[in-house]
């Protein structure tokens, strides 16, 4: 049903300019972990070529190059707002038109706690597998028609401790590619519980090894940065490397907010409701396990 007149035609414009209007937030932290990828139809398979081969001394060898591929499909999301119509007559309209502005903010929050909670669970039952097959953190990594087909492990069972801290970053840092080639990623970011604040800004900033009679060097003091997510489970941590171009996890977006829908219902009472609804379509699916490895879960 169409609204009318001078104040509610205010709030359709509004509600329509309302996710040009607002800002996305470019400081949350799952921008840190996550990839956003365009989407162009409904279901798409998402290519990336494996490792680079070696070079050889004989010009007349040839290498292949695997294709790793990952199919995706992404829900609907909805937010809907209301405002009464007593309230409107009120000239109560500004609480609506500040909810309008955070729309954009309102759905990145989603994708943040969404984001983490796939990490935190690395589950391929509920969040879907590895484009290898496998639990996103899992023991036998390998991947499918590569050249190296040893299996490789993302997955630990240690306390956040510096010393297994020590552990987890040396096992990442000998991951290899395909084709054998060590990945010599940078793990630079320590995401973990809230609980886990206290070690993880030890590990991260403290420039003496914590817990220790001697006080020796902390060779990671300023070589890492961390964050605390209430989406992990209280002893999860899990070593990132943040900076590569392929990200722990993928977020395929075919759908970005929009004004998908708007009415009135005379019914609801308070004068009637006028609502407003947005939707979008995306998902959160993982992406290249090296570039993430869990120390506890």
Known sequence: MAISGYLQKHLEV????????????????????????????????LVDLGGMPVPSESAKVVENMIEKT??????????????????????????????????????????????????????????GYCYDGQQFFDSDHADPGAKYTTDQDNEYDLALNLANFNTVYGAARKFKDDQGNYMNLMYDLLVCSTVLRYPAAQIAENAQASGTANREINPYEGQLGYITVPE??????????????????????????????????????????HYFQYHARYDVVYGDWRTAIMGNS
């Open 232 to 273: 992990f489970d209280d002893a999860a941590w899990v070593l990132v490397a943040s900076k590569e171009p392929v990200k722990p996890l993928l977020v395929p977006i075919r759908k970005r907010p929009v004004l998908l829908n708007q009415w009135f219902d005379s019914q609801a009472g308070d004068g009637g409701i």
């Open 70 to 127: 990952k199919d995706v499909e992404p829900k609907d999301w909805y937010l809907t707002l209301s405002i009464s119509q007593n309230a409107i007559d009120d000239d109560q309209t500004s609480t609506l038109e500040s909810q309008f502005k955070n729309l954009l903010p309102a759905f990145q929050r989603h994708i943040n706690s969404k984001v983490f909670t796939v990490l935190n669970a690395g589950d391929g039952t509920t969040y």
């Open 14 to 45: 509004g509600a329509r300019t309302a996710v040009l209007a607002s800002k996305a937030k470019d400081d949350l932290p799952y921008q840190r972990v996550a990839q956003e990828v365009d989407l162009t139809a409904k279901t798409q398979t």
